[in-house]
């Protein structure tokens, strides 16, 4: 099984790619529709103190920064952090950001309102692990809130496959393109069963993921296993509706 540090580097092979996904998307008006649920969910003050785990490009450190809270953001990728230091420069927020690793957090515990991440917790190898740490940090009455799909399921063969695989030809009958940083196939004659993955198997999220936090000092676990509607682009509901983005919630007791 691949470790975390060799996910690392492949996130960072595909930062500038993503970051591309990212820049994108802050031009849209789907940057306030997230903070809207965002803040829906999270604890009930302002400003929150917020931990981005696994931020990536930067997209959550910099809308909720531009919505007054204070932010950390960390990652594993360099690279991706790179990225991140650009978009917030040039939207004149500062969160901060560090290069770093979000299952050994280099905080102290009770400090944060919110654990919030996006399209990251299935590059987990340990969740328990991962996840206590997460819980750690977190106020007692602070909120994790996870966003992520069944991104492995594309690549287990049954009828999510199938549908991936239909998906991803009218997309690109469609749009002309996908979302691949070398303009690769996803699904179309993909390998099965992928290293990457093996730590799912075909569970089924957020379920699996529900399994592990009901190990920890969790209460108040819920979730919405559809959350794109007003969050994804058009062209990601027709690449990527055979999985979509789920949002995850739970309370430190």
């Known amino acids: 099984m691949l470790t975390q540090e060799q996910i690392n580097e492949t996130w960072s092979i595909r930062a500038a790619n993503y970051n591309k996904y990212v820049c994108e998307e802050l031009g849209t008006d789907r940057p306030a529709k997230w903070v809207s649920l965002i803040e829906a969910n999270a604890p009930k ?129 469609k749009y002309g393109s996908g979302f691949t940083y070398d303009g690769s196939y996803e699904y179309i004659d993909s390998d099965l069963d992928l290293e990457e993955y093996k730590v799912f198997g075909s569970a089924i999220r957020p379920d699996f993921d529900l399994g592990v936090l009901r190990q920890l000092p969790f209460k108040d676990l819920s979730f919405d296993r559809n959350v794109t509607g007003e969050l994804w682009s058009e062209k990601e509901k027709v690449a990527y509706g055979a999985t979509p983005l789920y949002m995850l919630r739970a309370v430190k007791k």
């Open 45 to 173: 003050q302002n400003p929150l103190r917020i931990l981005d785990a696994g931020c990536g490009p930067g997209f959550f450190s910099v809308v909720l920064s531009q919505a007054g809270h204070d932010v950390t953001g960390i990652d594993g990728s360099e690279n991706m952090l790179s990225h991140a230091r650009t978009n917030a420069k040039a939207l004149g927020v500062t969160p901060q950001f560090l290069e770093g690793d979000f299952g050994a957090l280099p905080f102290e515990d009770n400090t944060f309102d919110l654990v919030i991440s996006r399209n990251v917790t299935h590059t987990i190898r340990e969740h328990l692990k991962v996840y206590g740490e997460w819980n750690r940090v977190l106020k007692p009455g602070g909120v994790l809130l996870i966003f992520d799909a069944n991104w492995h399921l594309p690549y287990q063969p049954g009828p999510v496959r199938e549908e991936a695989i239909r998906r991803e030809r009218e997309c690109l009958e």
